[in-house]
């Protein structure tokens, strides 16, 4: 239903987008966004946008950096990111939820009923 895609090798200050095509409309979930896993550590929370007051979060790890955004048109989630980092190699997953979540349960994985396979993003000179 997702499918994640633009991860690469970067340089540290380089830039990436991701996309994440959904099979149907973005709009029919309340909340999407992106999480990411590093090699031994727990999946975590990029950023999430909630639709119900349009409000989207970041992780304070990535405030400034990253930027998500949408074409609801197209069906499509994008994920800006800049000024990469060697800490944010991981593997980036878009994930979707139905029902509406409280704010402080958005950065959960288990949350999460829908993900994409995850595309690899590496920093590293």
């Known amino acids: 239903q997702l499918q994640a895609s633009g991860g690469g090798l970067v340089h540290p200050g380089g830039s990436l987008r991701l996309s994440c095509a959904f099979s149907?409309?973005?709009?029919?979930?309340?909340?999407i966004g992106w999480f990411r896993q590093a090699p031994g550590k727990e999946r975590e929370g990029v950023s999430i946008s909630r639709r119900g007051d349009g409000r989207t979060i970041y992780a304070d790890s990535v405030k400034g950096r990253f930027t998500m955004s949408r074409d609801n048109a197209k069906s499509m989630l994008y994920l800006q990111m800049n000024d990469l980092r060697s800490e944010d190699t991981a593997v980036y997953y878009c994930?979707?939820?139905?029902?509406?979540?409280?704010?402080?349960?958005?950065?959960?994985?288990?949350?999460?009923?829908?993900w994409g396979q995850g595309t690899q993003v590496t920093v590293s000179s």
């Open positions: 994930v979707a939820r139905k029902n509406r979540l409280i704010l402080s349960a958005l950065f959960d994985a288990a949350q999460y009923d829908t």
């Open positions: 149907g409309a973005t709009s029919d979930y309340s909340i």
